[in-house]
């Protein structure tokens, strides 16, 4: 089973930007659908952005236009990039990922791994 380590979440102001990097562990990465995760407080784990093995992506109506998706099958990681970054997009970010071709349900998986913290305040 492919294991997922999420990194650079941080504190940011408004109308800031962050780049969070998940990296896989093993090679097979390559043939996975991924996707970008997050959870706020109180609230329910929610898709952020997907990206399939082709390249296509997908993204939730509240970040279209703010946030790509990107992947880099040689480093086994996928990216997230941020811009114009509201407070509303506090959470804590996950991924995760599964051989299907579609982007899956944060209810399609059982295990996560600690997920990066992204608080955006001034």
């Known amino acids: 089973q492919v294991q997922f380590v999420e990194s650079g979440g941080g504190l940011v102001q408004p109308g800031g930007s962050l780049r969070l990097s998940c990296a896989a562990s093993?090679?097979?990465?390559?043939?996975?659908?991924m996707g970008w995760y997050r959870q706020a407080p109180g609230k329910q784990r929610e898709l952020v952005a997907g990206?399939?093995?082709?390249?296509?992506?997908k993204y939730a109506d509240s970040v279209k236009g703010r946030f790509t998706i990107s992947r880099d099958n040689a480093k086994n990681t996928v990216y997230l990039q941020m811009t114009s970054l509201k407070p509303e997009d506090t959470a804590v970010y996950y991924c995760?990922?599964?051989?299907?071709?579609?982007?899956?349900?944060?209810?399609?998986?059982?295990?996560w791994g600690q997920g990066t913290q992204v608080t955006v305040s001034s």
């Open positions: 990206i399939t093995r082709g390249g296509s992506t």
């Open positions: 995760n990922g599964h051989l299907l071709p579609v982007v899956g349900n944060p209810t399609d998986f059982t295990s």
């Open positions: 093993r090679s097979i990465f390559n043939i996975y659908t």
